[in-house]
């Protein structure tokens, strides 16, 4: 099966998929080990777009999502403040989509 997603919407795909993963792991219906499996897999990092400050902004939350079981573990309050901040510059990608059917779904914290 291949999803075929018009290369003007690619970032607010992105956005969206990590937005999904995150809040899920905010919300412990996820392990935050599960960053490391989902959204900082190297094909996955591979396929990011690459033209633009917010594909940049997309691309450095998924490589920090590799980092997010290490903080869970080491320093909580740090790793609840960096989760927020990661769901935050999503949602700003999102906010700057010309298409707005990508910005009526936000997700807001719990």
Known sequence: MQLSIPESDAEAFWAYLGLGVLTAIQRQALDPELGIWTLALPKILERL?????????????????????????????????????????LNHVLSTSKDASWTTWQIDKA
Do not use: R
Not at 52 to 62: Q, R, Y
Not at 70 to 88: E, F, G, K, R
């Open 49 to 89: 777009p690459q033209q633009s400050e917010l594909a940049t902004i997309i691309s450095e939350v998924f490589v920090q999502a590799d980092e997010l079981q290490l903080l869970s573990t080491l320093n909580p309050t740090a790793y609840q403040s960096v989760l927020q901040q990661m769901i935050n510059q």
